[in-house]
């Protein structure tokens, strides 16, 4: 069992940033493959990054890629979603979640999620 509590987002001009952070009680955070999706209103959960164990490999959607970062520090079972030069299309509801089997990028692959927080990009 895992809980995992987002946190981080808020509101934000265009071209602005926000940095996300997931935090994570229960098992070792450290054998978790994790991924940021983000679900704004009237569409489907969408994957935004996922991050391997140690943090050695990474994947980002092209709609967000060269603009966020995602990173881990195991240490202290956190998962972290910097995102730069933000656009009124970031604005959603972004989850952490960690990954049980199947496609990386579609979200019935994923089994522990958080609640999510909300990111709101104004023009």
């Known amino acids: 069992q895992v809980e995992l509590v987002e946190s981080g987002g808020g509101l934000v001009q265009a071209g602005g940033s926000l940095r996300l952070s997931c935090a994570a009680s229960?098992?070792?955070?450290?054998?978790?493959?994790v991924a940021w999706f983000r679900q704004a209103p009237g569409k489907e959960r969408e994957i935004v990054a996922n991050?391997?164990?140690?943090?050695?490999?990474?994947y980002y959607a092209d709609s967000v890629k060269g603009r966020f970062t995602i990173s881990r520090d195991n240490a202290k079972n956190t998962v972290y979603l910097q995102m730069n030069s933000l656009k009124p299309e970031d604005t959603a509801v972004y989850y952490c979640?960690?990954?049980?089997?199947?496609?990386?990028?579609?979200?019935?692959?994923?089994?522990?999620w958080g609640q999510g927080t909300q990111v709101t990009v104004s023009s």
């Open positions: 979640a960690t990954y049980r089997s199947g496609p990386l990028s579609t979200s019935s692959s994923y089994d522990y």
């Open positions: 229960g098992r070792p955070f450290s054998s978790y493959f």
């Open positions: 991050i391997n164990w140690s943090g050695s490999s990474t």
